[in-house]
């Protein structure tokens, strides 16, 4: 054997030492994070990781989490999945099978979090999406709800019917258009919820046309829906794609009111808007920044103090995950997956940071309240908060 | 049998040359020289290691052993663009023109040997003075004329009759100013007219252009008419050498020929 | 009749992005007969170096374009010396992993250094012209005006310089060539840098027009302007640019016609017939006897 080779060898027996030990170290609760470090929603892994890790801290700070009597400090498992379906699945089996969390936060954007929530049901370890509204996440095929699967957001079931009446009845504006990803799941079922709730509001929908990820060019799109002169464009698309459709539908005349939903939420969005043809736009989101609540403010104030940016919703919806997370374990009193798991669908009362929390009757969707936020002076402004019936 | 018209030193000496393709020997301690301004027939029954002794001398491939000596110098490692700069060019037993590139242009690329150095330079030079060009295009011309295509200048050399075509590739030939010129079967899919007006022209152009040849040839008219001397191949040995008349009458070149039959 | 028009200028400002790219895969293949599947990247690249150049140095369009092409004109030749080159006579499945291969590795260099879709800064003051109904902006001008230029500038190059007239004469054979004594990788570093420098200054337009600067860009339109390539015939300029407006217009009239669900349905439904009708492309030639 040559020098380098009993290197390797050595190298290698090593490592694995390193990585039994880590494995013997039973003393922490382990909590996996699945989220879009790379990829097309880079903005929204980096706001969960922060949030997660604040939360983290702060816990672990205080002594840790009452596990059966037992105080445990908390350890974050952060592995990116590269906002794609398959990697995000990869890392969901990584993290039950190699890492042996006791739960999941995330992935945050429903093309990842619906296929990745298969894996967490199949092996029964409890996910909780902050950021996913689609649907299936959180649903069989067949309706009925996952065992281990939730969301710390509200659906777009509540959160888009609630715009489109907010369109009509505090907009005053009845001819919509629409423009969405229609190779992505959320803008996808958003659109479709929106012509549904906003015809039943009264509405008229004059234009529903699509795009697919990746591109950039809206023109021919755009110049059909100025031939059907709408007075709002919804545009259900991720941040990235928003500013260059403002952009270039103001470029071609269209004067209409942008309207937008909760894949807006990130300052990112700003900051690509460089020429603000996303002032006075309106969307749907999760949480403001201006709330009154001692809660909120402390945690916008921890967060502020530790990154220097205020929190988005992402950041938000994955501190109350955290929080959800934390209060199922201390009343499950154990490790055990499937405990922590019930624990979570019994949860009736949680006041987190984007709202109050009620997963009522073998609901695995939280019913919360949606705020309406507008863009002026490249910021986030609230504008109302609307209830859900 | 050493033999020399004049008592020149040789051009071209090639000495003790091998080569192998896997297990097969192609070219097999082959040895001989070549005058300046002679002309050097080559023969051989199919498969004697004609073409790839072009190829060896041309630079395409290497010789597994042995020496190419160039003007004493030995290029049997060099790249066969380092070759042409050298002076030595050929042609080929089936025709390799630019197709889609126009008869002219196909001249003009082989005058482009003393025209580019680097692409950046002919981009700007081409770029910056148009004289040069206007040069080459003009002497391309005048080969074109030397050949008789002239009123073809302009066409694709696809187009062409395949004497035409033969005609100028051995004109491309020429545009590199070589001082020894590589022909294979020249005369191929010629009758009997054109292959006689190729034997003048080549004549001709061995005189003004003071150029050795290398020629490999079947019919022994052509050979006949212009080479002072012939090689024999077979099966990659160099089985005989001499004159026509002296050639005709080898035992040896009766049988490669003929088969082991006649003894 | 104004909304036709609009979209016939959409359409034209499409085509001649995918041109600028086409152009690149064709230069390439018609050197080499490789498809370099980097270009899309290279493409990508274009777009990040004047991000980066803009952002230590405010240059105007101009000196900001000029200085993109050169440097990632460089930047391909390095490509093919250091990536292709020693592959040159392997199969050409190895020739497609290593394209295939350096595209990501570039993406993923820029990924690494980058992953937030970056916002490009406008290099001059847009304004926006309205004739009845019929819209068009100072940047669309522009664009489409350095496109068409550039594509001329090559056209003119390729038929009437002695460098254009060797880069032909590779195309049909690269062993001939060199039997003619002129140096061909020297070409065919050139004509790499070329494609590579055009990919470029496709980027940087791109995201002049759509200013969103991500490490992923290049990726679905490299393969368009890849199909557009060979819809034109690979290998042919002309053909290059031909592909591409024809998919452009494919791509914007059947979003004029239909819903925009079939876009690319139709587009590429509509690209296989052609093919079908024409399997070396529309200008394309079967390939004849080489070497």
């Known amino acids: 054997m040559s020098k380098q080779q009993k290197q390797i060898v050595y190298f290698l027996f090593f490592s694995i030492l390193l990585l039994v030990g880590c494995r013997s170290s039973n003393q922490s609760i382990k909590i996996g994070l699945n989220t879009e470090l790379t990829g097309e929603a880079p903005a929204v892994g980096a706001s ?342 | 049998m050493d033999f020399t018209p004049e008592k020149q030193s040789p051009i071209l000496e090639v000495s003790l040359l091998n080569k192998n393709f896997g297990g097969m020997r192609t070219i097999i301690d082959l040895s001989f020289e070549l005058a300046p301004k002679e002309c050097l027939g080559i023969i051989g029954p199919n498969g004697a290691g004609k073409t790839t002794l072009f190829n060896l001398l041309s630079g395409i491939i290497r010789p597994s052993s042995g020496k190419i000596l160039w003007f004493h110098q030995e290029i049997q490692k060099k790249s066969s663009s380092e070759i042409v700069h050298l002076g030595i060019a050929r042609t080929f037993q089936n025709i390799r023109l630019f197709k889609q590139l126009s008869v002219l242009e196909n001249i003009r690329i082989a005058y482009d040997i003393h025209l580019t150095y680097t692409p950046l330079q002919a981009l700007l030079r081409t770029a910056l003075t148009r004289e040069e060009e206007k040069k080459s295009a003009q002497a391309a011309m005048e080969l074109l004329d030397v050949f008789s295509i002239t009123s073809l200048a302009h066409q694709p050399a696809g187009s062409l009759s395949y004497g035409d075509q033969r005609r100028l590739e051995i004109a491309r030939a020429l545009a590199l100013h070589p001082r020894l010129l590589l022909l294979d079967e020249p005369a191929a899919g010629m009758n009997e007219s054109e292959m006689y007006q190729l034997v003048e022209l080549l004549q001709w152009i061995q005189k003004k252009f003071h150029v050795s040849m290398l020629l490999i040839e079947h019919h022994m008219a052509f050979i006949n008419g212009l080479c002072d001397r012939t090689l024999v191949l077979d099966f990659g040995t160099l089985i005989a050498q001499g004159t026509l008349e002296e050639i005709r009458h080898d035992r040896r070149v009766i049988e490669a020929y003929l088969g082991e039959a006649v003894t | 009749m104004d909304y036709i028009i609009q979209q016939v200028i959409n359409a034209i400002q499409l085509g001649s992005i995918y041109g600028l790219i086409a152009l690149g895969y064709s230069l390439v293949y018609g050197v080499l007969s490789m498809m370099n599947f980097a270009h899309g990247d290279l493409f990508m690249l274009g777009a990040f170096f004047c991000l980066l150049l803009e952002k230590i140095i405010p240059l105007p369009l101009w000196l900001a374009l000029l200085l993109t092409m050169l440097v990632i004109g460089c930047l391909g030749a390095l490509l093919e010396r250091l990536a292709y080159r020693p592959i040159r006579h392997a199969p050409k499945v190895s020739a497609i992993i290593t394209s295939l291969g350096c595209g990501l590795i570039l993406e993923n260099i820029t990924l690494a250094m980058s992953p937030y879709p970056r916002h490009m800064p406008t290099l001059f003051q847009n304004s926006i012209f309205h004739f009845h109904g019929i819209t068009i902006s100072s940047l669309q001008i522009i664009v489409i005006g350095i496109s068409l230029l550039l594509m001329i500038l090559l056209d003119v190059m390729i038929r009437c310089t002695t460098l254009g007239m060797v880069i032909r004469a590779l195309a049909w054979n690269r062993l001939m060539v060199s039997l003619l004594g002129i140096p061909a990788n020297r070409i065919i570093s050139f004509t790499f840098a070329l494609g590579a420098a055009l990919g470029a200054a496709a980027g940087l337009l791109y995201a002049l027009t759509y200013p969103v600067v991500s490490s992923s860009m290049g990726i679905a339109i490299g393969w368009k302007a890849f199909i557009a390539a060979v819809i034109g015939g690979i290998g042919n300029m002309r053909g290059a640019l031909l592909g591409a407006f024809i998919l452009g217009s494919t791509e914007v009239m059947s979003i004029t016609m239909l819903p925009s669900t079939y876009r690319d349905l139709i587009a590429y439904s509509l690209l296989l017939i052609i093919l079908i009708f024409k399997p070396y492309g529309i200008l394309g030639e079967p390939p004849t006897q080489k070497i």
């Open chain 1, 48 to 389: 969960c990781v922060k949030a997660a890790t604040l939360f983290v801290n702060k816990m672990n700070q205080d002594g840790g989490v009452d596990v059966g009597g037992k105080k445990k400090p908390i350890e974050l498992i952060i592995a990116d999945n590269g906002s794609k379906a398959d990697e995000a699945v990869v890392v969901a089996q990584r993290l039950i099978t190699q890492n042996e969390v006791v739960a999941i936060v995330g992935p945050n954007i429903s093309s990842c979090a619906v296929p990745a929530s298969e894996i967490s049901e199949n092996m029964g370890c409890l996910m909780i999406s902050p950021w996913s509204t689609n649907i299936h996440t959180t649903t069989k095929n067949d309706g009925a709800f996952k065992k281990y699967v939730f969301r710390a957001c509200f659906t777009e079931l509540v959160e888009i019917p609630l715009l489109a009446q907010f369109a009509m009845s505090h907009l005053h504006l009845a001819k919509a258009a629409v423009l969405y990803d229609m190779s992505s799941e959320s803008p996808n079922s958003a659109a479709h919820q929106f012509q549904e709730s906003f015809l039943k509001a009264g509405g008229k929908i004059v234009a529903m046309e699509t795009y697919t990820s990746q591109d950039r060019d809206f023109s021919a799109q755009l110049t059909k829906i100025q031939a059907s002169h709408p007075d709002i464009l919804f545009i259900p698309a991720y941040y990235n794609d928003v500013p260059l459709i403002a952009e270039q539908a103001r470029n071609l005349g269209i004067t209409a009111q942008f309207l937008g939903y909760n894949s807006w939420s990130t300052p990112e969005i700003i900051q690509l808007d460089s020429h603000h043809y996303l002032d006075h736009a309106y969307f749907s989101n999760h949480f403001s920044t201006e709330s009154d609540s001692p809660l909120v403010k402390k945690f916008i104030q921890s967060y502020q103090s530790t990154y220097g940016t205020a929190p988005d919703d992402i950041a938000a919806l994955t501190y109350d995950t955290m929080g959800l997370i934390v209060e199922s374990i201390i009343k499950a009193g154990s490790l055990n997956r499937t405990a922590i798991a019930n624990m979570m669908a019994n949860i009736e009362d949680f006041t987190g940071v984007t709202g109050t929390y009620k997963f009522h009757q073998g609901n695995h969707d939280p019913f919360k309240n949606v705020i309406v936020l507008t863009i002026e002076n490249e910021k986030f402004v609230y504008v109302t908060t609307l209830q859900p019936e």
